[in-house]
């Protein structure tokens, strides 16, 4: 079993910042995709970014440019740093993993490893 914990998660205002960390196995951070999903109330969870085993980062459009995605091989951990964050980025938001070293198509069936999530709040 693959355990995933996600931390950071927090209420801001609109043009903050929050930075969600994930802490995992090291042979998953080490050799594996990993990525952060996010699922706002009513609506179904999407991809927000991802970065696979060769560093290659992959980010949703409405994120480019404000979200950052990394891993810190020495921690353990998967990290996303959130800046200029809008209402629109409220939701509960999710770490996951593979065992790909690739990064597959932002489908959460092709993901079967899950944090139980952390809350990101915006006000305007």
């Known amino acids: 079993q693959v355990h995933l914990a996600e931390s950071g998660g927090g209420s801001v205002q609109a043009g903050g910042s929050l930075r969600l960390s994930c802490a995992a196995p090291?042979?998953?951070?080490?050799?594996?995709?990993m990525g952060w999903f996010r699922q706002a109330p009513g609506k179904e969870r999407e991809g927000v970014a991802d970065i696979s085993f060769f560093g290659q980062t992959n980010y949703a459009d409405s994120v480019k440019g404000r979200f950052t995605i990394s891993k810190d091989n020495a921690k353990n951990t998967l990290n996303l740093q959130m800046n200029s964050l809008k209402p629109e980025d409220t939701a509960m938001y999710y770490c996951a993993a593979t065992t790909l070293s690739g990064c597959p198509i932002w489908a959460t069936s092709s993901f079967p490893y899950w944090g139980k999530g952390t809350q990101v709040t915006v006000s305007s």
């Open positions: 090291q042979y998953i951070v080490d050799n594996y995709c």
